[in-house]
């Protein structure tokens, strides 16, 4: 059994980890910015009570990763999936701007998990081969970029690969590793309808990439499938 914590679990992708890794046994302690709106997640809370804590957790608050640190205590963190996230303003061309609106996608999509990982470093430190997995896009490999567009998002996304790497660097002689994934073009809210993978489809290969993650994967960026994605 793991001690994992996930953010952004009030659907999609996150709700999904919640689902699969509560249907494997792990202990889970999952992040949403509002649990009373969360009724699917407090559903599996209410069924689940010695397995499933939901907390609530708007990643760019302070006190909010601090309550989850304290609720954590000197409970070890063996995977730490870093979901949360945001698309950003749209539509999102040139001549049409919005600054607010991109930095707020920065503090969301790449800086709140930086801070995130200092928040828990002690638990992770405790953790059993702990792993951090923050949850990218191919949209953020400039490799892969054929289209133009979405400024706002590729750079947000961007910005947490080059997090991603620091990590993987920082923490490597503690025995922390970092993944940084890609979860595939997954039907959510966000995917829309002409997406190519469902998300127990996404969630499951992201799971079965992390339970076979060694140290030759730290600091790479992984696609849906296993192999490596272009910076």
């Given at each position: 059994m793991k001690t994992v914590v996930v953010t952004g679990c009030s659907r999609g992708i996150g709700l999904e980890f919640v689902r699969q890794l509560l249907a494997r046994g792990d202990r889970v302690f999952a992040g949403v910015r509002k649990p009373e709106t969360?009724?699917?997640?407090?559903?599996?809370?209410?069924?689940?009570?010695?397995?499933?804590?939901?907390?609530?957790?708007?990643?760019?608050?302070?006190?909010?990763?601090?309550?989850?640190?304290?609720?954590?205590?000197d409970r070890g963190i063996d995977l730490l999936i870093a979901n949360a996230g945001v698309y950003g303003p749209v539509p999102d061309r040139l001549g049409q701007t919005d600054e607010d609106g991109w930095l707020e996608t920065f503090r969301v999509n790449a800086i709140a998990p930086r801070q995130?990982?200092?928040?828990?470093?002690?638990?992770?430190?405790?953790?059993?081969?702990?792993?951090?997995?923050?949850?990218?896009?191919?949209?953020?490999?400039?490799?892969?970029?054929?289209?133009?567009?979405?400024?706002?998002?590729?750079?947000?996304k961007a910005a947490l690969n080059a997090v991603g790497v620091s990590l993987a660097r920082d923490l490597a002689d503690q025995g922390i590793l970092t993944l940084v994934l890609h979860p595939g073009w997954v039907l959510t809210d966000m995917g829309g309808p002409n997406a190519e993978i469902t998300v127990s489809e996404s969630v499951a290969q992201m799971l079965a990439t992390l339970d076979r993650a060694s140290s030759a994967d730290n600091g790479r960026f992984i696609d849906i499938d296993g192999s490596t994605i272009p910076w």
């Open positions: 969360a009724s699917e997640l407090t559903a599996l809370a209410a069924a689940e009570p010695e397995q499933l804590t939901v907390l609530p957790l708007d990643v760019t608050q302070a006190a909010h990763r601090a309550n989850l640190a304290a609720t954590l205590g995130l990982v200092e928040t828990l470093l002690p638990q992770l430190r405790a953790g059993n081969r702990p792993c951090i997995a923050l949850l990218s896009s191919k949209m953020g490999s400039m490799g892969d970029n054929g289209s133009g567009g979405a400024y706002i998002y590729r750079s947000s």
